[in-house]
């Protein structure tokens, strides 16, 4: 193991001064976006220009000096990237304000990224090893469970556009799954750790004739699969109508045991459990069903629903439910075309609801696809840099931690932006960093806290020896 | 474990492959029809915003913008020309077919091709202008055909063609309407009750006859039947047999219930110039299905639907084995049918020494600053007879408006030789349609032109020949 990650350890080397300069960018951007705003629609600077732009940048510049203090070896792209995506996030926001559309608060969404960073600052100082919470891994898991059935409880639980995923109370609401997922991936890292030979080595093989066709798992191994399946398919789906956390834990699940085991016999029996129970309950759980065929159907004008359709009592949209938001949401991004009406210059407030899951398209229409492949390109120079620090520590529990973190932020990104763009059928996810709503943004933060530290970890160079003291020796704690 | 890690990296790179392919797809490659997806209501509420590019015919804007008033930031579409050119030009707010509607994306600017130009306005901080979109279609020919028609006081189309570029010169339905009237952003309210009255009207005055009704073509598929003849070995002299009537399952007789050429065979062109019934069904049937649908293919039958860009409906020629059904298609009967822009290319298409050039109506697209985005250049769209054919075919016609037994001497043109040919098609209910094809001058074409009267009742000598005289003099004595 040590020659291989060798070559594959991260050079030691700070570059702090090339992510202040690329951070600089991200706050011009962002500042550049709130100025095009002002003037493509009220034919001025923005006023609040000082305010959002002091103050977000400001908050950007001094989470940059606490990393050059606390985390000065923590990889230079991290932040910068963050600092882009939120500050974009914060521009669309102000803009769908001045457009008239409630409920966009992108004061709010300043005020929050403040709390974020302020918790983003705190991990990176209080939690030096990150390879300490590999203590508690059962009380992850529990932690986890609490957090994502706490919507379930009658009185503080609530039901937004469907889905039972938010927790109020009574001064600000939550959405605990945003947090359950973080604990989730400590959990499985931890206890993936330390059953790893177990799930990877014990087999049971399956054989037609000579062939080797697949390397089972044996039954008393599967617990944790079985689990972990019941728990995303009879709570998340059945009880709490959460599709998209369902399908982002249980894939973050596979992803986490595959990188364990090394074994693709789990991914094909995960896949095969999954899609078979989704098969099953088709038929019976009706949003799931109103989900599918909105994906699929989604220009039927009966499905769209139409004027024609409107009329008709016996119409999918009439009884069931429309895709208006999805194919508005795709008109657009059509309107955006290559370059984009500018910010400002496009009509967000067709699509309902734009200010959360669909704000991606607001993007897609004023950024143009330009626009939107940068910002995608950012997420995914996000993802592969957390791969790399995984592949770069040595520890297995950091190992399995920063590359399910990542895989969580990439997958997340890919249900809510393949939802909203109709690769995959509509689930309610938030765009890491970019929505709306404090627990989707604290959320954000806290991974990449806790991806910054482990990079600073795995990039700093072990202490020297110092020669001439003779018996003496410095060691890393 | 790091070869996992890796498999992962490199998974999650594909997501995100994914989603850049997507929204290329999205963006790039549907945009253009998900922006005019007729779910799509932005197209209906952005564009209003927008100041739309003119439409011009001649050098004469026959629809422009305006803002609607002074604190307003819509524009208001005018159409000086009231009802002239309504079919051609349609309307805006879109709600026929017609220019406004198929080269919508360059009128409101929103056309890849304008794509620089508008980024260079949002840069400058100038408004985005949409391109302007100059017709061929000619003035006086058009004013000459509505003239015409109000004058009879029936329902019909003409059509006129440069034979040698294929420009459509003409294109009047009648009755027509005022676009003016149901494209008012004022008034609404009355906007859309005068479109209601309009989609009720049974005389359909929102249909475009003359590219999207089809009419039995009657008489004046004669030359498409002769076109036949002559193409197979036959010449003018050829002779058939001429009675008064002949038995295709019922009777066909001759229009005046008399033999062609005193009881004897006729020579064909003969019974062109008198528009002889038996002898051109006896040639359809001697020809045979193939040879007759062959010949009408290659003038354009049975080619589907053609943009010019506004939608044309196909002609239909359909092959008939049947001996009494190919009698009667070989003069225009049976389930011939034919739009009359097909039978101004089958005239045109003679004028042009055979070859049927492509009609269109949009000569040129020029930007905000006069540069040409996209011009036109003829194509042809087949060769329908040779040369010497084509020659044949107008002597023959000239005959129709000149000779001694003329069917069509309404269409001559003092001072000039006219080729034409008359048709009267039995419709099954109600009068006949009349029809008069013809080309101007026959020695140097300059214009073909097919006009049809719906339910005439009389001759299309009497009836059509003399609109198509007027369009043919309108375009040829400027």
Known sequence: MSAASNSLALPPVKRRNAELAMTLLAIGLTLYALIETGLTRNGEMPPQLFLYGGLFGGLALLAHVFIRFFAPWSDPLLLPIATLLNGLGIAMLWRLEQGEIEGAGPMNQLILTAASMAVFAGIIFFLKEPRTLQRYPYLMALAAVVLLLLPLLPGIGMTVNGARQWVNLGFTSLQPSEFAKIALVIFLSGYMVSKRDVLSLASKQVKVGRFKILDLPRMRDMAPMAVMWGFCIIVLVILMNDLGTSLMLFGTFLAMIYVATHRSSWIVIGLAAFFGACALLYPFVHHFRVRMVTWLNAFDPEVYCTDAALANPDAFCNTAGNSQQLVRGLFAMAEGGMTGTGLGGGKPGFVFEVQNDFIFTAFGEELGLTGVMVMLLALTLLVERGMRIALASKELFIKMFASGISFLIGFQTFVVIGGVTRVIPMTGATIPFVAKGGSALLSSWVMLALLMRMSNNARKPAPQAIQDEGATQVIQR | MNTPIRRLAIFSMALFGVLLLNVT??????????????????????????????????????????????????????????????????????????????????????????????????????????????????????????????????????????????????????????????????????????????????????????????????????????????????????????????????????????????????????SIEQSCNTSMANWAIELGADKMTAQADAFGFNQGEMDVPIPALGSNYPNETDRNLLGRSGIGQADVEATPLQMAMVAAGVANDGDVMKPYLVDSVKDSDLSTIEGHTPEKLSTAVSGRTADDLTDMMVLVTEGEDASGSQGAIPGMQVA??????????????????????????????????EHGGQSGGVLAAPIAKGIMEAVINE
């Open chain 2, 420 to 453: 034409g040919k008359t048709g009267t098609a039995e419709t099954g209910s109600g009068p006949t349609h009349n029809w008069f094809i013809s080309f101007a001058p026959a020695d140097d074409p300059q214009v073909a032109v097919a006009v049809v009267v």
């Open chain 2, 25 to 270: 797809w999205i963006q790039a490659f549907q945009a253009e029809s998900l922006r005019n997806h007729p779910f799509n209501s932005r197209q209906y509420i952005d564009v209003l915003t927008n100041p739309r590019g003119p439409i011009l015919i001649g050098s004469e804007e026959v629809a422009y913008s305006e803002p609607v008033s002074e604190d307003s930031d819509q524009y208001q579409r005018h159409y000086p020309a009231n009802g002239l050119y309504a079919h051609a030009v349609g309307t805006f707010p879109i709600r026929t077919e017609g220019v406004e509607k198929t080269e919508n994306s360059l009128l409101d600017g929103s056309d890849e091709r304008l794509a620089v130009r508008n980024f260079m306005d949002t840069i400058t901080g100038a408004e985005t202008q949409g391109a302007s979109v100059e017709l061929t279609i000619d003035p006086a020919a058009q004013q000459a055909a509505m003239d015409g028609f109000e004058a009879l006081g029936k329902n019909g189309a003409a059509v006129a063609l440069d034979p040698e570029s294929g420009a459509i010169l003409g294109l009047y339905s009648n009755p027509t309407y005022d676009p003016n009237g149901v494209s008012s952003l004022t008034e609404t309210e009355a906007a859309n009750t005068r479109w209601e009255e309009l989609t009720e009207d049974e005389r359909k005055p929102l249909l475009n006859r003359a590219l999207q009704e089809r009419y039995p073509p009657g008489s004046t598929f004669k030359v498409v039947t002769a076109a036949a003849a002559l193409e197979n070995g036959a010449d003018p002299d050829s002779t058939m047999d001429a009675p008064a009537s002949i038995d295709l399952g019922a009777p066909l007789p001759n229009a005046w219930n008399g033999p062609c050429n005193g009881g004897q065979p006729d020579p064909l062109a003969h």
